[in-house]
């Protein structure tokens, strides 16, 4: 044999038709989507899907087929904020007046503070830190009339100079503090939900008062709940 003479080369494979193929499955996808944009979805159909997600997503996920338009509804908390106590004030001395409890409070408007001065007699009995029926109906009332102002609002119990000693409250300290916290709790109960700070005077104050009055009309003064409502919306308790 010859080995000068050259071997025939095999014939190279021809790879037309895989190009053939891809061009046809191009147009095929093509077709069927066309199919699915012309195609309706059955309404049923969707409330299946809707049903299904929502058993994976878990229980607070809700579908609302509303009208079209509708919006999704969207749960939001109001805050209020805080109001101008010049304002404030002529609409509490109009809404206190109404109330034979409330009306025997006092009002006094000072530089960054507006303080509403409850008689303690008019809200408790003798060395007792329990709202009478009637005070309570009052003090839920004022606690209403709080509920769109998003001032800080303290509440600060003071008695006068006597002594007590009960089993319950052994000194006027802890007598002013359970009524603050009396006061406090019916804002609560009427459905004041920001932060209230109660504190006990007992009769730390007393010498605040004028000397002009004669001393039972002091005393009266002393034994009394102050709600002292604030200009800003702070947090921190400011004496």
């Known amino acids: 044999m010859n080995d000068d003479q050259s071997t025939p080369e095999a014939p190279k494979a021809n790879n037309a038709w895989m190009v053939i193929f891809a061009d046809l499955t191009a147009l095929l996808l093509t077709f069927f989507v066309l199919l699915f944009s012309m195609s309706t979805i059955s309404i049923d159909e969707w409330e299946e899907v809707i049903t299904a997600l929502s058993s994976k997503l878990g229980p607070n996920f809700e579908s609302d087929q509303g009208q079209e338009g509708s919006a999704l509804s969207i749960d939001t908390t109001f805050v209020p904020k805080a109001v101008n106590l010049e304002y404030l004030n002529n609409i509490l001395t109009t809404k206190l007046a109404g109330d034979p409890v409330l009306g025997r409070a006092s009002i006094r408007l000072l530089d960054d503070r507006m303080v509403i001065s409850l008689p303690s007699d008019s809200l408790f009995l003798p060395s007792s830190a329990l709202l009478t029926e009637q005070a309570l109906t009052a003090v839920s009332l ?3 009339a709080l509920l769109v102002v998003g001032n800080r609002i303290d509440v600060a119990g003071h008695t006068d100079p006597r002594p007590i000693a009960t089993w319950e409250y052994p000194s006027n300290w802890e007598l002013s503090l359970a009524r603050a916290i ?34 039972d009309e002091k005393l009266l003064k ?9 200009e800003g919306s702070g947090q921190s308790y400011d004496p």
């Open 142 to 144: 004022l606690g209403d």
């Open 182 to 215: 009396s006061v406090a709790a019916s804002f609560r109960r009427a459905g004041y939900t920001s932060p209230v700070a109660a504190i006990g005077y007992g009769d730390s104050r007393y010498d605040e008062i004028r000397d002009a009055i004669d001393e």
């Open 222 to 230: 002393a034994r009394r709940v102050d709600v002292i409502i604030r």
